[in-house]
């Protein structure tokens, strides 16, 4: 078997189970000629089990129009947001916190976003979920 000309990767951040047509989704496909609602109806059903999450997800699009597609975690950000229940970060990161995460869920993110991340253990990736925790005025400790 031949394998299929790559044309371009596609990166997006959609919402798990939920992904519709409209921006950023029905744009971002349309202008490859790709078959919108297919990847739509492909896409929540794989993800039906995260929602309420942001997924980033790369579509590889090829030269014949067809596309496959992998989902990784969701952002550091996201996650951190989702375990201390809040719905953004500080706007004033060092001076006005909104929260703190301990060891422990640190390490638990850590874990589950390790794949996507470009470290090879858990403590390395733990001090990239503390450097973004950091920056949106989550204390650490």
Known sequence: MATKKVKTYIKL??????????PPVGPALGQHGLPIMEFVKAF???????????LPVVITVYEDRTFSFITKEPPV???????????????????EPVGSLTAAQ?????????????????????????GTARSMGVKIG
């Open 13 to 22: 951040n959609v919402p798990a189970g939920s992904a519709t047509a409209a």
């Open 44 to 54: 929540n059903e794989k993800t039906k089990d995260k929602q309420g999450n942001i």
């Open 77 to 95: 950000a996201e996650m951190i947001k989702k375990t201390l229940n809040l719905q953004k970060g500080s706007g004033k990161a060092l001076k």
């Open 106 to 130: 640190i390490k638990a993110i850590a874990e589950a976003k390790l794949p996507d991340l470009n470290a090879h253990t858990v403590e390395a990736a733990a001090k990239i979920v503390e």
